[in-house]
């Protein structure tokens, strides 16, 4: 079942390790067919070293397991909430990369400083709400899902494709599996050049503002806009 997306998501899971996106085994990344209504994502606690396509697990858009011999990732609430929300997209991974999750565990977003933010992310990306004990302890998972769409109310998740979630860490998305993985990878080298500009700055004394909004649409646009020039 699900074959060429179980080797699609198992591939852009073993992408977290090569990009030094995750340690040990904290991270998970997903995909779905749209036509189906069914996700696949990695199992919970497998170690990439480890990791096979025929392990993937395929779970329904209410989290019951379709197919696979191992639990699926315990973020899978969270993924499903993204893709029922989120209509265009394939795909969703989680990480604890150390830049991004830094500024989640400073409850800040992080601002666009620069063109290579601009060229990704149209605008700030935004970082979430403190969870209420009542959402930590009831579906708490599920409820990381719903906080993020909260978030992102009245944005485009296309033209912002990640999230902080507040004491946590990031979540991305994409088109598919593999993009999502980009976008992680792009979003934590976005977040450390945010860090590593936040501290010159204080260094040096300068003030903690963003770039200029006609720099960030012009590098968004150009990329991203209705009339996109980058690329072939």
């Not at 993204?82 to 989680?94: D, E, M, N, Q, W």
Request: hydrophobic share 35%; proline share 5%; with cysteine.
């Amino acid at each position: 079942m699900l074959e060429q997306l179980k080797q699609q998501v198992y591939e852009a899971n073993m992408l977290l390790p090569k990009y030094n996106l995750v340690v040990m085994t904290w991270g998970n990344v997903s995909g779905i067919d749209r036509e189906s209504g069914l996700v696949v994502i990695k199992p919970s606690g497998v170690e990439y070293s480890k990791l096979r396509p025929n392990m993937m697990t395929v779970v329904d858009l209410d989290g019951n397991i379709v197919e696979g011999d191992l639990r699926p990732s315990s973020d899978t609430p969270t993924h499903i909430e993204l893709y029922k929300a989120f209509k265009t997209i394939g795909g969703v991974t989680h990480t604890h990369s150390s830049k991004a999750t830094a500024w989640a565990q400073a409850g800040k977003g992080i601002p666009a400083f620069g063109t290579t933010h601009a060229d990704n992310f149209d605008g700030e990306i935004p970082c979430t709400r403190k969870m209420t004990q009542k959402e930590i302890v009831t579906e708490y998972e599920k409820n990381t899902g719903l906080v993020i769409i909260e978030t992102l109310s009245g944005k485009n998740p296309e033209r912002m494709p990640a999230v902080l979630v507040h004491s946590h860490g990031p979540f991305t998305w994409g088109k598919d599996a593999v993009q999502s993985v980009e976008e992680s990878l792009v979003l934590e080298n976005v977040a450390m050049l945010a860090l590593d500009k936040v501290l010159l700055n204080n260094i040096s004394g300068s003030c903690y503002n963003p770039m200029q909004e006609e720099l960030l649409r012009k590098h968004f646009d150009r990329k991203h806009g209705p009339n996109a020039y980058y690329g072939q």
